[in-house]
């Protein structure tokens, strides 16, 4: 949570995370799953705010970046990791931010992960890549005015691929 507040404060992504994960007591499993979880808030934070902005008055980036990230966390393995139970990530969410100077958002942090998990998520329409794919409208936009609608969607697709991992021997 620390990491991604850093990175939306200008740091460079894999130095934080390195940083981070270097500092801490975490075992090797657990330093997987955080890194994990790190970069699928990066990968997918357009289409995480728009998932958790379907449970709030005000857009959640007119929260403070702790709370946000706190509720991105969440969102993102309620959503899109099998193995983590969804009342785990609410659970420790909510810890998070009730033991920081924003425990003011404790409530807020808990009715909204509580109402994704009880009536998920809206499916995204396949016309909109942005929210699709979790990127900025223009480039999207070049993307469909350089090629194609398809071609585009082919593109963003493959960048929210996991890439194979192959293991060579040197002989």
Not at 10 to 31: H, M, P, R, Y
Not at 61 to 83: G, H, W
Not at 119 to 124: E, F, L, M, R, S
């Amino acid at each position: 949570l620390n990491a991604l507040v850093k990175v939306e404060d200008g740091g460079f992504s894999t130095i934080v995370l390195d940083n981070a994960l270097n500092n801490s007591d975490l075992s090797d499993n657990d330093k997987a799953l955080a890194a994990n979880i790190f970069y699928g808030v990066c990968e997918r934070k357009l289409t995480l705010e728009h998932y958790v902005n379907k449970y709030l008055k005000k857009p959640v980036n007119t929260l403070p970046d702790y709370v946000r990230f706190a509720l991105l966390m969440a969102t993102y393995q309620i959503i899109y990791l099998e193995k983590i139970p969804a009342f785990a990530a609410v659970n420790e969410s909510v810890n998070l931010v009730s033991k920081s100077k924003f425990s003011g958002f404790k409530g807020l942090t808990n009715a909204v992960l509580r109402n994704t998990i009880r009536n998920g998520v809206d499916k995204i329409d396949d016309s909109n890549l942005s929210l699709k794919y979790s990127v900025d409208k223009t480039i999207v936009k070049a993307l469909v005015n350089d090629y194609s609608f398809e071609t585009a969607d082919s593109i963003l697709k493959s960048t929210l691929m996991q890439p194979d991992i192959y293991v060579r021997k040197n002989i």
